[in-house]
């Protein structure tokens, strides 16, 4: 499904969400906070657009995706970063090897959400950070029975012009409505092991941007306190611990 919709991917995207997909990119690059000289893993990297925004800051970025055909498209626009065909659920990576890990609206279309975020965890150094933009649920009722409207019956029109395979793009209703909701997803965070969780709404929680970090260091368990040295008796029979 991702390889035929791999083309016009981005021109679709852009429609789709009314421009706002350029918003959150940035808003994702920010929460990442790329520095040169690190490594970075950006998940479910599709065409590269989001990897090239983090690669501006001087960082080492490799896009990870499923999809061939994402891949095939992403060297093609962006032959300076380093793509890789990978399974989230089973990261080809070493421990250890990333100071960040993101994924931008690519932790629903996983089969086991939980096993990514492990592998993420995992391929992350101690201290390292990870960031997650998805879609999510619009806490305001009124606003969240609006965005349902627009995907059942204006997203489709959209789709229709925009799109190279339209039918695809019914699976992206169907998998925003499915998906958790913001506290949900942050509990599947800290479960995988991550600190410091966090998120933030983005466009009236059309969208969260969620945060955690690997811890710097496991706690090293407390050594055993050294047995009190008895003192001399006294005369009345009693003993004293020395200080």
């Given at each position: 499904?991702?390889?035929?919709?791999?083309?016009?991917?981005?021109?679709t995207?852009?429609?789709?969400?009314m421009?706002?997909?350029?918003?959150w990119?940035?808003a994702t690059?920010r929460?990442?906070?790329p520095?040169?000289g690190?490594?970075?893993l950006?998940?479910a990297?599709g065409?590269?657009?989001?990897?090239?925004?983090l690669?501006k800051s001087?960082?080492?970025?490799?896009?990870?995706d499923f999809s061939?055909?994402?891949?095939?498209v992403?060297?093609?626009?962006h032959?300076?970063?380093a793509?890789?065909e990978?399974d989230?659920?089973a990261l080809?990576?070493?421990?250890?090897?990333f100071?960040?890990v993101t994924?931008?609206f690519?932790?629903?279309?996983?089969?086991?959400?939980k096993?990514a975020l492990a592998e993420?965890?995992?391929?992350?150094?101690?201290?390292?950070?990870?960031v997650?933009?998805?879609?999510s649920?619009?806490p305001r009722?009124?606003?969240?029975?609006?965005y349902a409207?627009?995907?059942?019956?204006i997203?489709?029109?959209?789709?229709?012009?925009a799109?190279s395979?339209?039918e695809a793009?019914?699976?992206?209703a169907d998998?925003?409505?499915?998906w958790p909701?913001?506290?949900?997803?942050?509990?599947?965070?800290?479960g995988a092991?991550?600190?410091?969780?966090?998120?933030r709404n983005l466009?009236?929680?059309?969208?969260?941007?969620?945060?955690?970090?690997?811890?710097a260091?496991?706690?090293?368990?407390?050594?055993?306190k050294?047995?009190?040295?008895?003192?001399p008796?006294?005369?009345?029979g009693s003993?004293?611990?020395?200080?």
């Amino acid at each position: 499904m991702f390889d035929e919709v791999a083309q016009h991917y981005d021109r679709t995207n852009s429609v789709l969400s009314m421009g706002n997909s350029l918003v959150w990119r940035m808003a994702t690059v920010r929460a990442v906070a790329p520095r040169a000289g690190e490594r970075i893993l950006d998940i479910a990297a599709g065409t590269g657009t989001s990897s090239a925004a983090l690669a501006k800051s001087g960082a080492e970025v490799v896009a990870a995706d499923f999809s061939p055909g994402m891949i095939e498209v992403g060297r093609k626009k962006h032959p300076n970063i380093a793509f890789i065909e990978a399974d989230a659920m089973a990261l080809p990576f070493t421990a250890s090897e990333f100071d960040a890990v993101t994924i931008s609206f690519g932790l629903r279309n996983i089969e086991d959400p939980k096993k990514a975020l492990a592998e993420m965890y995992r391929v992350l150094k101690p201290g390292g950070r990870l960031v997650i933009c998805e879609f999510s649920k619009p806490p305001r009722a009124l606003f969240r029975a609006g965005y349902a409207a627009y995907m059942r019956y204006i997203m489709p029109t959209i789709v229709d012009a925009a799109s190279s395979n339209p039918e695809a793009y019914a699976y992206l209703a169907d998998s925003i409505q499915a998906w958790p909701d913001q506290v949900t997803l942050s509990q599947w965070i800290r479960g995988a092991g991550f600190t410091r969780v966090a998120y933030r709404n983005l466009t009236l929680g059309v969208v969260a941007l969620h945060r955690g970090h690997k811890p710097a260091r496991t706690a090293r368990p407390s050594r055993p306190k050294a047995a009190a040295k008895e003192a001399p008796s006294t005369q009345n029979g009693s003993a004293v611990a020395e200080p």
